[in-house]
């Protein structure tokens, strides 16, 4: 992509003066990865907070919150946060279990006796992206019909005569149907709009002022505009209707409002220190284990510290909030970017690294018993992968009929995203029956990496890819 002069805009001084002071050194470090990051993924504008033990010790902004204006972004600058709605929505829920209201071990049906596989899946499936409903925000229309206003049945109408992805509990796979269905139960058991119990019951108790829904956009004089890449080109997104995205993602917010949020649900001003820590504790699911997810928060790591918060993407933006508790370190992250890879989560990573260098040098070591050759087949392969051009001779028949049939073109379409490879990390060797397993880690830049397998058979072929 061309690099544009705005990106390396710094709109804002940083006020980590007023708060307990980031090293020097480490300040330069972080804002050098936030140029790097915007300048990599073509981003207009980011706004960057970071905190530790509660204490603000880092805030920038960087770029552009409107390109087409020139308008700089601020620390104040208003960004939809996307999914990280889903948290307020599982808080909603709870809440209202406090209450005597709801239970949420309840069928669907308890509640919503009439929407798909009601009686088959529960609120806590719902929450936890365990419950296999299929995908209301699939399909080729998606971004000409969620910019229009839909009632709930239209909806729901989207996804009605679909089969379950899976089992109920079986396995994880992100769902914004299920907090679709959660917001209407909001609506049933507390009898107040989506939008106004949030606002009553949420927004409020944790001094939220500058925290509203994407269909308020237009009278906010520092909101930003949000872009993507189409055929290589930046431009202007479509922003989702506040009827389509709802209890799924249709929050806009500012650094510091997001930040009384996480002070509110921590500190027990939302719901009980329990109902908290349920919410930050992963499910298990019958037949994959750990979902890494909890209700309304991942629940995960990077660098392998424990990582719990959400990320948020819409057409336009994409948005991170991460805890790390063990460091006790906070990072949040806007951006007016809604490609994938997500601008905000790389942010974040890119962010803890700098703040914690010894723990990134221990990640990035390669595992013994390396093999270079094998190696340089690996980085090979995948950069033909990314081109869309691989060779197939290097393939199973089995995984070969799936890259012609149409894997290879999908390949291309996720991996060329990541851009060239700046390392291929060897990260060990596993065996799973007759297949030998390398396993690799590959980085692209401050905050942008991939796992990425080949399994092997014992003829020497590809039968096998793993990513993620």
């Given at each position: 992509?061309?690099?544009?002069?705005?990106m390396?805009?710094?709109?804002?001084?940083?006020l980590?003066a007023?708060?307990?002071?980031?090293?020097?050194?480490?300040?330069?470090?972080?804002?050098?990865d936030?140029?790097?990051?915007?300048?990599?993924t073509d981003?207009?504008?980011?706004?960057?907070?970071?905190?530790?033990?509660?204490?603000?010790?880092?805030?920038?902004?960087y770029?552009?919150?409107?390109?087409?204006?020139?308008?700089?972004?601020?620390?104040?600058?208003?960004?939809?946060?996307?999914?990280?709605?889903?948290?307020?929505?599982?808080?909603?829920?709870?809440?209202?279990?406090?209450?005597?209201?709801?239970?949420?071990d309840?069928k669907?049906a308890?509640?919503?006796?009439?929407?798909?596989?009601?009686?088959?899946?529960?609120?806590?499936?719902?929450?936890?992206?365990?419950?296999?409903?299929?995908?209301?925000?699939?399909g080729?229309?998606?971004e000409?019909?969620?910019t229009?206003?839909?009632?709930?049945?239209?909806?729901?109408?989207r996804?009605?005569?679909?089969?379950?992805d899976?089992?109920?509990?079986?396995?994880?796979?992100?769902?914004?149907?299920?907090?679709?269905?959660?917001?209407?139960?909001?609506?049933?058991v507390?009898?107040?709009?989506y939008?106004?119990?949030?606002?009553?019951?949420?927004?409020?108790?944790?001094?939220?002022?500058?925290?509203?829904t994407?269909?308020d956009?237009?009278?906010?004089?520092?909101?930003?505009?949000?872009?993507?890449?189409a055929?290589?080109?930046?431009?202007?997104?479509p922003?989702?209707?506040?009827?389509?995205?709802?209890?799924?993602?249709?929050?806009?917010?500012t650094?510091?409002?997001?930040?009384?949020?996480n002070?509110?649900l921590?500190?027990?001003?939302?719901?009980?220190p329990?109902d908290?820590?349920?919410m930050?504790?992963?499910?298990?699911?019958?037949?994959?284990?750990?979902?890494?997810?909890?209700?309304g928060?991942?629940?995960d790591s990077?660098?392998g510290?424990?990582r719990?918060?959400?990320?948020?993407?819409?057409?336009?933006?994409?948005?991170?909030n991460?805890?790390?508790?063990?460091?006790?370190?906070?990072?949040?992250?806007f951006?007016?970017n809604?490609?994938?890879?997500?601008?905000?989560?790389?942010?974040?990573?890119?962010?803890?690294?700098?703040?914690?260098?010894?723990?990134?040098?221990?990640?990035?070591?390669?595992?013994?018993?390396?093999d270079?050759?094998?190696t340089?087949a690996?980085?090979?392969?995948f950069?033909?992968?990314q081109?869309g051009n691989?060779?197939?001779?290097?393939?199973?028949?089995?995984?070969?009929a799936?890259m012609?049939?149409?894997?290879?073109?999908?390949?291309?379409?996720?991996?060329?995203?990541?851009?060239?490879p700046?390392?291929?990390?060897?990260?060990?060797?596993?065996?799973?029956?007759?297949?030998?397993?390398?396993?690799?880690?590959?980085?692209?830049?401050?905050g942008?990496?991939?796992?990425?397998?080949l399994?092997?058979?014992?003829?020497?072929?590809?039968?096998s890819?793993?990513?993620?």
């Amino acid at each position: 992509m061309q690099r544009l002069p705005w990106m390396l805009c710094l709109c804002s001084v940083s006020l980590a003066a007023a708060a307990a002071p980031v090293a020097t050194e480490v300040d330069k470090r972080i804002d050098a990865d936030v140029h790097a990051v915007l300048r990599h993924t073509d981003t207009p504008g980011a706004a960057i907070a970071v905190f530790k033990d509660g204490r603000l010790v880092y805030r920038q902004a960087y770029g552009l919150r409107n390109r087409e204006s020139h308008l700089p972004a601020s620390v104040d600058t208003w960004f939809e946060i996307g999914s990280i709605t889903k948290q307020f929505t599982a808080a909603a829920i709870l809440q209202l279990q406090e209450a005597g209201k709801l239970g949420i071990d309840a069928k669907l049906a308890t509640y919503l006796p009439d929407a798909p596989h009601a009686s088959e899946v529960t609120l806590r499936q719902l929450l936890s992206h365990t419950s296999g409903l299929p995908e209301y925000l699939d399909g080729p229309d998606i971004e000409h019909v969620a910019t229009r206003p839909a009632t709930f049945d239209q909806l729901v109408a989207r996804i009605k005569d679909k089969p379950l992805d899976f089992a109920p509990g079986s396995r994880w796979s992100y769902s914004n149907t299920g907090y679709l269905m959660l917001g209407r139960v909001i609506e049933m058991v507390s009898h107040e709009p989506y939008r106004q119990y949030v606002r009553t019951h949420l927004l409020e108790p944790a001094g939220m002022t500058d925290t509203f829904t994407v269909a308020d956009e237009g009278r906010h004089p520092t909101m930003a505009v949000g872009y993507r890449h189409a055929q290589g080109k930046l431009e202007r997104a479509p922003t989702i209707h506040d009827t389509f995205g709802g209890a799924a993602g249709n929050l806009v917010s500012t650094l510091d409002d997001l930040e009384r949020w996480n002070r509110a649900l921590m500190g027990g001003k939302i719901v009980s220190p329990a109902d908290y820590a349920l919410m930050a504790t992963s499910v298990m699911t019958t037949e994959k284990g750990s979902a890494e997810y909890g209700l309304g928060l991942f629940v995960d790591s990077v660098e392998g510290q424990p990582r719990v918060g959400h990320t948020g993407g819409s057409f336009g933006f994409t948005t991170a909030n991460e805890y790390f508790p063990k460091q006790g370190v906070r990072v949040i992250a806007f951006t007016n970017n809604g490609d994938n890879p997500e601008p905000g989560e790389m942010l974040t990573t890119a962010i803890f690294n700098e703040l914690y260098p010894e723990i990134y040098a221990a990640t990035r070591k390669p595992a013994a018993g390396e093999d270079v050759k094998m190696t340089t087949a690996a980085r090979t392969t995948f950069m033909q992968l990314q081109s869309g051009n691989e060779d197939d001779s290097r393939f199973g028949s089995k995984l070969d009929a799936k890259m012609k049939a149409g894997l290879s073109a999908r390949l291309a379409k996720q991996f060329s995203a990541f851009g060239v490879p700046t390392a291929f990390i060897f990260k060990g060797q596993r065996a799973d029956g007759s297949v030998k397993w390398f396993d690799y880690l590959i980085q692209f830049g401050p905050g942008s990496m991939l796992k990425f397998g080949l399994g092997f058979d014992e003829a020497g072929k590809v039968v096998s890819l793993s990513f993620g």
